[in-house]
Nanobody, 123 residues
Framework: VQLQASGGGLVQPGGSLRLSCAAS????????IAWFRQAPGKERERVSC????????YDAESVKGRFAISTDGTKNMVYLQMDNLKPEDTAVYLC?????????????????WGQGTQVTVSS
């Protein structure tokens, strides 16, 4: 199982980015897929996820209405569309997956991680 994240970069406040996560070695169906982020000195935080059991999505309050997670099963891809970006969104963004039974917000429950992509929001 491998995850490869891409699409990060430097963007001005109010701008948009779309992150991509290419999955290989497994199919997305049945797996919980999540985007986490980690800023320097802060804990890893779940941003958005799609539940493996019922495919419902979850977004953190801090990004609700601005970020949207989606998947393309035909390409085995996961995306995170990020609009109206704010400086506080600056972090390394990581995609993760696993057959989650417990808390989908706990990074310890995820088995596989991509390498992360840096997002910097600054003027």
């Amino acid at each position: 199982v491998q995850l490869q994240a891409s699409g990060g970069g430097l963007v001005q406040p109010g701008g948009s980015l779309r992150l991509s996560c290419a999955a290989s070695g497994f199919t997305l169906l049945g797996y919980t897929i999540a985007w986490f982020r980690q800023a320097p000195g802060k804990e890893r935080e779940r941003v958005s996820c799609i539940s493996g059991s019922d495919r419902k999505t979850y977004d953190a309050e801090s990004v609700k209405g601005r970020f949207a997670i989606s998947t393309d099963g035909t390409k085995n891809m996961v995306y995170l569309q990020m609009d109206n970006l704010k400086p506080e969104d600056t972090a390394v963004y990581l995609c993760a997956t696993g057959l989650i039974i417990g808390d989908q917000g706990d990074p310890r429950n995820y088995d596989y991680w991509g390498q992360g992509t840096q997002v910097t929001v600054s003027s």
